[in-house]
């Protein structure tokens, strides 16, 4: 079964923290997403890599960073933390040669709060 | 620009019941179709990927059909269960293998 894991479940940060978010699969996916869930707007893409150190703005990008150094780990940066960031943050991942033929698989998700 | 549009919103039915949830997509340029479960404060399970080229999926209780030229899914799932009871999210996938998503159906099954 493919597994992602993500560090953090629930996590509280202060205003203009650094904030780091991490993922990692475990099933040689070439694909990593980053997406947002708030209520009413639903998921929306925040960055995505195809493979390492290659990175992708999705949607709505600005406030974030990536980094992705190793193939199975994909790391979300809030260089900056403000209470407009506080959301659902769900990590993805998928094969990139397989397409479309597989599935993306996604984490527990980590809630975030910006005090 | 595709938008995705899951109607309705929340849906509450008596266990047992059959029933269908709606997905509709504004583009039919579509790689394939990928339908989620979410449990309150939870990530996403995966449970049907339909390829633009096929109908229908089925999975146990689940059935998910697509026509692409009218730019509609349906989830079915027969016989429900109170375990049903979850948000069911629709998503399709388009260039550079990004999913665009709908906002979700609330499902409710009574006891």
């Known amino acids: 079964d493919v597994k992602v894991?993500?560090?953090s479940r629930y996590l509280v940060k202060r205003t203009g923290e650094k904030v780091f978010?991490?993922?990692?699969q475990d099933m040689d996916h070439e694909n990593m997403f980053w997406y947002r869930q708030d209520p009413g707007l639903g998921l929306r893409l925040i960055y995505f890599s195809y493979d390492v150190k290659m990175k992708e703005k999705g949607d709505i990008p600005e406030g974030?960073?990536?980094?992705?150094?190793k193939k199975e780990r994909f790391s979300l940066i809030l260089e900056s933390a403000s209470t407009n960031q506080t959301s659902m943050y769900l990590c993805a991942s998928s094969f990139r040669k397989r397409f479309p033929y597989q599935p993306q698989h996604f984490g527990d998700g980590?809630?975030?709060?910006?005090? | 620009k595709q938008e995705v549009t899951q109607i309705p919103a929340a849906l509450s039915v008596p266990e047992g019941e059959n029933l269908v949830l709606n997905c509709s997509f504004t583009d039919s340029a579509i790689y394939n179709l990928q339908w989620f479960r979410q449990d309150p404060g939870k990530g996403l399970t995966s449970l049907l990927l339909i390829q633009s080229s096929q109908r229908e999926?089925?999975?146990?209780?689940?059935?998910?059909?697509?026509?692409?030229?009218?730019?509609?899914?349906?989830?079915?799932?027969?016989?429900?269960?109170?375990?049903?009871?979850?948000?069911y999210l629709c998503a399709v996938f388009q260039g550079a293998q990004k999913l665009v998503f709908g906002q979700g159906t609330r499902l409710t099954i009574n006891p």
């Open chain 1, 5 to 7: 894991t993500q560090s």
């Open chain 1, 21 to 24: 978010l991490e993922c990692v």
């Open chain 1, 64 to 69: 974030y960073s990536v980094s992705r150094e």
């Open chain 1, 110 to 115: 980590t809630r975030l709060s910006i005090l």
């Open chain 2, 57 to 87: 999926q089925t999975s146990g209780r689940l059935n998910a059909s697509l026509d692409k030229s009218s730019g509609r899914s349906t989830l079915y799932i027969a016989a429900s269960q109170p375990g049903d009871s979850a948000t």
